[in-house]
């Protein structure tokens, strides 16, 4: 009897698995993994390695940060692994010498070639911030918040060469909230992710759940976000606007200049009926703080950073600003 091919092999009863991620999103999903013991559906989970991105400067310093992927997996002494491509054939190689019978991707922040989707007997699945097909791309939290969905969600998605357009096996829902920010939808998304997975990765491993293709219907895709994206246009209406200041929460941030000087809107409340004087973008005082003045409505202006100060609140600013009720956002 001829050997049986190495792609060709049975259901492990011990599956190993290899993680891809990097921001904090995806820590909740390395966790449900870190148990090397443990038994979910009757199939027992190894965790044999991390992938996560190098180290990047940050803070004032620009000292080298660590992922927080990164952070956990030192702290649990897993096997780590930073490459800067996964392009060339030492990275190639790593990651078949772990053997892995599925990779596990969530938020990594480097796109998988054909040579790497076929590495794993079961493929790649990855944990997607979004209901697909709607919000393909690299920010899907930020696009649902700026279009103002209602409903958004995690989809677990086996991964193909495009983008986010492989076949799906499960996905859940969650409701936008009103005061959402893209911090506080991605903190309950990605608790909601780890979970899904760990239920879906059971069924799939034992060719229960059959991934199905993404509808060809109602596809949008969510771009890259840039630092730019973040500058508010006070013509636009307020509801618009808070929308952006809720999605750029915590990056890049919504900002506009007061006085020549960046003054970043950390926090607001869009009033969408108030009427009153003054082009759109001129600082109009409340009983209880001050607004910007829209194309429609106001922005009421509820937590503020002036360059080169901390945050504060509105009534500690204008304690501060007082000139500032009645100028003109956005002018140099």
Known sequence: MLPMPSRVRMLPTMARIVFMGTPAFAVPTLKVLLNAHQVVGGERLQLVGVVTQP????????????????????????PLFQPQTLRTSEAVDKLASWEPDVIVVAAFGQILRQNILDLPVHGCLNVHASLLPRWRGAAPMAAAILEGDEVTGVTIMK?????????????????????????????RLSQIGAELLLETLPAYLAGDLVPQPQPEEGVTYAQQLR???????????????????RAFTPWPGAFTTLHGKQLKILKATPLPNWRGDGPPGTIVPLADGCAV?????????????????????????????????GACLGEQ
């Open 55 to 78: 180290d990047r400067r940050s803070g004032r310093g620009r000292r080298p940060t660590a992922s927080p992927v990164k952070q956990v997996a030192l702290a649990h002494n897993l």
């Open 159 to 187: 991964m193909d060469v495009g983008l986010d357009t492989g076949p799906t096996l499960t996905h859940r829902e969650e409701p936008i909230q009103p005061d959402d920010t893209r911090a506080t939808l991605a903190e």
């Open 227 to 245: 630092k730019e994206d973040g500058l508010l246009d006070w013509s636009r209406p307020a509801v618009a606007l808070n929308r952006q200041v």
């Open 293 to 325: 003045a829209t194309s429609e409505g106001a922005l009421r202006l509820e937590e503020v950073q002036l360059a080169g100060k901390r945050p504060m609140d509105i009534q500690a600013f204008l304690c501060g600003q007082r000139e500032c009720v």
